[in-house]
């Protein structure tokens, strides 16, 4: 009994964790400290409580991995399978959706549907290999990104190496860091965007 508690007590703190973060990707992508906040006509409430923000997605891969590490630890390669499909049916739908539905529906109705299309199909082929991985529209990009994650450590689990994960994530989000937001620094690029990256090390 004393261990039923104690595992819904665990349960109840992921859900309460997963709230918080769903508001803080809300307060992201809906700017809500866009208007408040001036410095020297700079939005600077809302530079800070964006970056303060973006816990949630590494918070979310945390959650994601504590759960479901035993089932991988028990038999990778299935558990990885049964896991990532599903996601990626999701993603692929999505993707698909969105490279065929135009966005612009004036520029359809003036100049025709092919015309609004090749636009966009355009943009994506300028980062093939980061369109490969975000999909037909970006706001699922962190399904591949935990599918690919899920399937890493499938391996290190099945080649008997689970202590290398953790060096290797650390290795990964440094490497995502020093292309990402120290990247104007270091001059360092990526074919992908480094959210992957470091959603990745996670």
């Known amino acids: ?38 410095i020297d006509e700079e939005p600077w409430l809302n530079f800070i409580t964006n970056q303060a923000a973006r816990f949630a997605v590494p918070l979310f891969f945390l959650i994601a991995g504590y759960l479901i590490y035993p089932k991988l630890n028990a038999a990778p390669y ?5 896991y990532c499909i599903p996601l990626m049916v999701i993603w692929l739908v999505w993707s698909i959706i969105h490279l065929l539905l135009p966005f612009n529906l004036g520029v359809v109705a003036e100049q025709g549907y092919l015309v609004e299309r090749q636009g966009y ?50 290795i990964i989000y440094v490497y995502g860091l020093i292309a990402g937001s120290y990247g104007v620094i270091t001059e360092v690029a990526t074919p992908i965007f480094t959210r992957m990256v470091l959603s990745l090390a996670s």
């Open 78 to 82: 299935k558990t990885a399978k049964d």
């Open 121 to 170: 199909w355009q943009y994506l082929m300028q980062a093939p290999l980061n369109s490969l991985f975000e999909g037909g529209l970006v706001h699922l990009w962190f399904i591949p990104s935990l599918a690919i994650a899920v399937l890493m450590i499938a391996w290190f689990v099945d080649n008997k190496c689970r202590r290398l994960i953790i060096p290797f994530a650390a």
């Open 1 to 38: 009994m004393q261990q039923a508690i104690k595992k819904s007590e665990k349960i109840a703190s992921f859900e309460l964790a997963r709230v918080i973060a769903l508001v803080a990707i809300i307060s992201i992508h809906c700017q809500l400290f866009m208007d408040y906040g001036y």
